[in-house]
């Protein structure tokens, strides 16, 4: 059996990345704040990633390991990657089997860093009789929306509602793409059923690497009660919590997390520099994308995408400015300037009219970070969430793109105050219209200018000295050359 894995960084130290749920080597690097995540980590740490047996890009398995079984890969995974000694951090399903091969092999463990994971979830997903009615209640919910994941495996509004409930919706496709590339629908129910049946409580307490425990307030799939319980049974652990409600730990606050992971393996926080430039993003995606498909036809609709992709890479490079990512059947674009970047959407709107499909576009401007060929920061996600604003075949921008794009002849609708999700205050948006205000027709100086305008002119191109010296004469007063 071949399992994948990836070595990313030179640091000091190993840190092994003992994934949760899902993992994909290659598409996790596509995702913004995914790669500026693992960048982060990478910084400080010599990062070693794998895919777990019969997940991403790993071999698949008929069958799902036990947690010693899983323990087995991770000491296999560093093995390849000439680690004597490594930081395990373990996060959601990945947690366990790190607990475990922690406390059975710390000669190979260090460290041991957990998040938003669990020592045992029957007992809080269960209905004993102290638990308070509204945790038995949340519990339940829980468990249908596991169900319903299950049964629609690849829905990405699905898996985001439980695991990163503030995903946009182009976020929430790429959520989609990930699963399906990620684990079988078969695989994928064995997982989390799975889960549910684990119990490594009897465990903690031999657990006697120094250990930190992170997990955010409001997790949906695994409540901070879990975190909390597990930091109590391993001696001396520490427990730290963030705001948020993300169970995804690239979600959120991944810059938070990190930091607290950083101090708690070197002592200090020397934040990763990344370059931060003012672009103007662009997201588009094609309108009901998954009726058309089913209209078409799987293999007509492949073909459909790979030309809209075309398209896209060819108008964008002529507008003068590059993808970023295809996102399923979307696309995110990076530009200097707005007035390209609506210029683009424009042609792309006309464009993709041969397909038989129609789009929508969102686009901001703002400082973003770019980490490597990857965009990231608030200005994307305000990008991605102005899209989701726009209607079939319109083109929403913020009111920093209007204002900066003033004199450009632009004409902009106004649709009023918006929240957008996950940034804070509220934004007004508006849509592109089909008419351009009439550009004046301008002229020159030169027929404005008099006499004494023309020799001064061709006497500051022909002697620029002999001018410094009549205005350095002239503020002396009235007995100055120009007086």
Not at 45 to 64: A, C, E, F, W
Not at 243 to 272: C, K, Y
């Given at each position: 059996?071949?399992?994948?894995?990836?070595?990313?960084?030179?640091?000091?130290?190993?840190?092994?990345?003992?994934?949760?749920?899902?993992?994909?080597?290659?598409?996790?690097?596509?995702?913004?704040?995914?790669?500026?995540?693992?960048?982060?980590?990478?910084?400080?740490?010599?990062?070693?990633?794998?895919?777990?047996?019969?997940?991403?890009?790993?071999?698949?398995?008929?069958?799902?390991?036990?947690?010693?079984?899983?323990?087995?890969?991770?000491?296999?995974?560093?093995?390849?990657?000439?680690?004597?000694?490594?930081?395990?951090?373990?996060?959601?399903?990945?947690?366990?089997?790190?607990?475990?091969?922690?406390?059975?092999?710390?000669?190979?463990?260090?460290?041991?860093?957990?998040?938003?994971?669990?020592?045992?979830?029957?007992?809080?997903?269960?209905?004993?009789?102290?638990?308070?009615?509204?945790?038995?209640?949340?519990?339940?919910?829980?468990?249908?929306?596991?169900?319903?994941?299950?049964?629609?495996?690849?829905?990405?509004?699905?898996?985001?509602?439980?695991?990163?409930?503030?995903?946009?919706?182009?976020?929430?496709?790429?959520?989609?793409?990930?699963?399906?590339?990620?684990?079988?629908?078969?695989?994928?129910?064995?997982?989390?059923?799975?889960?549910?049946?684990?119990?490594?409580?009897?465990?903690?307490?031999?657990?006697?690497?120094?250990?930190?425990?992170?997990?955010?307030?409001?997790?949906?799939?695994?409540?901070?009660?879990a975190g909390q319980r597990l930091a109590d049974g391993i001696p001396g652990a520490s427990f730290v919590t963030f705001p948020g409600l993300d169970h995804a730990v690239w979600m959120g606050n991944p810059e938070a997390i990190v930091d607290e992971i950083e101090r708690f393996i070197t002592g200090s926080v020397?934040?990763?520099?990344?370059?931060?430039?003012?672009?103007?993003?662009?997201?588009?995606?094609?309108?009901?994308?998954?009726?058309?498909?089913?209209?078409?036809?799987?293999?007509?609709?492949?073909?459909?995408?790979?030309?809209?992709?075309?398209?896209?890479?060819?108008?964008?490079?002529?507008?003068?400015?590059?993808?970023?990512?295809?996102?399923?059947?979307?696309?995110?674009?990076?530009?200097?300037?707005?007035?390209?970047?609506?210029?683009?959407?424009?042609?792309?709107?006309?464009?993709?009219?041969?397909?038989?499909?129609?789009?929508?576009?969102?686009?901001?401007?703002?400082?973003?970070?770019?980490?490597?060929?990857?965009?990231?920061?608030?200005?994307?996600?305000?990008?991605?969430r102005v899209s989701a604003l726009a209607g079939a075949g319109e083109i929403a921008v913020s009111s920093t793109v209007k204002e900066l794009v003033v004199g450009s002849g632009i004409q902009f609708a106004d649709t009023g105050e918006h929240e957008l999700k996950g940034v804070p205050g509220s934004w007004r948006i508006y849509t592109l219209g089909e008419h351009r205000t009439p550009q004046p027709e301008l002229d020159g100086a030169a027929s404005y200018m008099r006499r004494s305008d023309r020799i001064a002119v061709s006497?500051?191109?022909?002697?620029?000295?002999?001018?410094?010296?009549?205005?350095?004469?002239?503020?002396?007063?009235?007995?100055?050359?120009?007086?």
């Amino acid at each position: 059996m071949s399992i994948a894995y990836q070595v990313v960084g030179d640091g000091p130290v190993d840190l092994l990345f003992a994934p949760g749920f899902i993992s994909h080597l290659d598409l996790q690097w596509t995702e913004p704040r995914f790669s500026s995540f693992l960048t982060r980590l990478a910084s400080f740490s010599r990062l070693i990633l794998y895919d777990k047996p019969g997940t991403g890009l790993s071999d698949p398995i008929p069958y799902l390991p036990t947690l010693e079984e899983r323990g087995a890969d991770i000491e296999a995974v560093l093995d390849a990657a000439s680690s004597q000694r490594a930081v395990l951090f373990g996060t959601s399903e990945g947690g366990p089997s790190s607990i475990l091969l922690a406390a059975t092999r710390p000669e190979r463990i260090s460290l041991l860093v957990l998040y938003g994971t669990f020592a045992n979830l029957s007992d809080i997903f269960g209905t004993p009789e102290d638990y308070p009615p509204e945790m038995v209640q949340h519990a339940e919910a829980e468990l249908r929306e596991m169900h319903e994941i299950i049964e629609h495996w690849g829905d990405g509004a699905r898996l985001s509602k439980l695991f990163a409930p503030s995903m946009g919706e182009i976020q929430q496709r790429f959520f989609g793409t990930f699963a399906r590339a990620a684990a079988s629908p078969r695989m994928a129910r064995a997982l989390i059923e799975t889960v549910l049946q684990i119990d490594v409580r009897d465990v903690l307490a031999s657990v006697r690497v120094p250990t930190l425990v992170l997990h955010v307030d409001d997790d949906r799939a695994v409540p901070v009660e879990a975190g909390q319980r597990l930091a109590d049974g391993i001696p001396g652990a520490s427990f730290v919590t963030f705001p948020g409600l993300d169970h995804a730990v690239w979600m959120g606050n991944p810059e938070a997390i990190v930091d607290e992971i950083e101090r708690f393996i070197t002592g200090s926080v020397q934040n990763a520099e990344t370059d931060r430039v003012l672009a103007t993003v662009m997201f588009t995606d094609i309108v009901d994308s998954t009726r058309r498909a089913a209209q078409v036809g799987d293999r007509a609709w492949r073909e459909v995408l790979e030309r809209h992709d075309a398209i896209v890479e060819r108008v964008v490079v002529e507008r003068g400015g590059r993808v970023v990512k295809h996102i399923g059947d979307g696309a995110m674009a990076a530009f200097d300037g707005p007035a390209k970047a609506v210029r683009c959407a424009e042609t792309l709107h006309r464009d993709v009219v041969e397909l038989g499909i129609q789009l929508r576009a969102g686009i901001h401007t703002g400082e973003c970070e770019a980490i490597g060929e990857d965009l990231g920061g608030l200005a994307v996600h305000i990008g991605a969430r102005v899209s989701a604003l726009a209607g079939a075949g319109e083109i929403a921008v913020s009111s920093t793109v209007k204002e900066l794009v003033v004199g450009s002849g632009i004409q902009f609708a106004d649709t009023g105050e918006h929240e957008l999700k996950g940034v804070p205050g509220s934004w007004r948006i508006y849509t592109l219209g089909e008419h351009r205000t009439p550009q004046p027709e301008l002229d020159g100086a030169a027929s404005y200018m008099r006499r004494s305008d023309r020799i001064a002119v061709s006497l500051a191109r022909r002697m620029p000295r002999t001018m410094r010296l009549g205005a350095h004469l002239a503020s002396r007063g009235p007995s100055g050359l120009w007086s």
